[in-house]
């Protein structure tokens, strides 16, 4: 069954500390990873996919299919960057998001 | 730059009551989404739309939600006899295809929720 874990459900550094959030997930296809963010009384918005390979905001985040994980990962946080962070897949049978429970990062000034 | 809108933004009701969730897609999007966050637990999929017919609904869609594109427009979820159990922030999201031929899956769009409450 389709899975996504991410242990952390609080997570606080320093501003300017590197931070890594985790992901790992539990999918027997070739699923999509995402990282979705939600700022404070905002909606959810897409951060990244891994497909795309990009980085933003500084952050970035490699599919590792062996360890079936997906971590987010910034070298130096920002305050602008405390928010709740969803890991998501999508699989390769459907069009359907399953989220992992979310991680609520805080950059402490 | 074009959002998904939601509307109320929260919902109180009775239980038992018949509650109808609003949200206008993004304009030239093909695909419409429902999900659900209850209080301290993750978003899950409830229900996805294409071509005016469900395509997929999860477990959680059962006899009591119904969705309709009743116009251009608006994509709504009713939820037909509440419970407390509903008490939840509902989310919509929209996008453009998916493209199982590409082999990318596109972005999804959310709206900002309605919470509701069932009392």
């Known amino acids: 069954a389709q899975r996504v874990t991410q242990p952390e459900k609080l997570l606080s550094v320093f501003k300017g500390a590197p931070v890594e959030l985790k992901c790992n997930y539990s999918y027997s296809g070739s699923p999509e990873l995402f990282w979705y963010v939600q700022y404070s009384r905002q909606r959810l918005q897409l951060l990244l996919r891994?497909?795309s390979r990009e980085s933003i905001k500084g952050f970035t985040a490699d599919l590792n299919k062996g360890e079936t994980s997906f971590h987010l990962k910034k070298p130096f946080a920002q305050e602008e960057d405390s928010a709740m962070y969803y890991c998501?897949?999508?699989?390769?049978?459907?069009?359907?998001?399953?989220f992992g429970t979310g991680t609520s990062l805080t950059v402490i000034p | 730059e074009p959002e998904v809108t939601q509307t109320p933004s929260h919902q109180v009701t009775q239980m038992g009551q018949e509650v109808i969730l609003r949200c206008v897609p993004i304009?030239?999007?093909?695909?419409f989404y429902w999900y659900r966050q209850i209080l301290g637990q993750k978003v899950e999929f409830l229900v996805s739309f294409y071509n005016n017919e469900i395509s997929e609904k999860s477990e959680i869609f059962d006899d009591q939600f119904s969705v309709e594109r009743p116009d251009g427009s608006n994509f709504t979820l009713k939820i037909r006899s509440t419970k407390l159990e509903d008490s939840a922030m509902y989310f919509c999201?929209?996008?453009?295809?998916?493209?199982?031929?590409?082999?990318?899956?596109?972005?999804?769009?959310f709206g900002p929720g309605t919470r509701l409450t069932v009392l």
């Open positions: 999201a929209s996008s453009v295809a998916v493209g199982f031929t590409t082999g990318m899956k596109n972005e999804q769009f």
């Open positions: 998501a897949l999508i699989g390769n049978t459907g069009n359907q998001f399953y």
């Open positions: 891994h497909i």
């Open positions: 304009s030239n999007h093909l695909y």
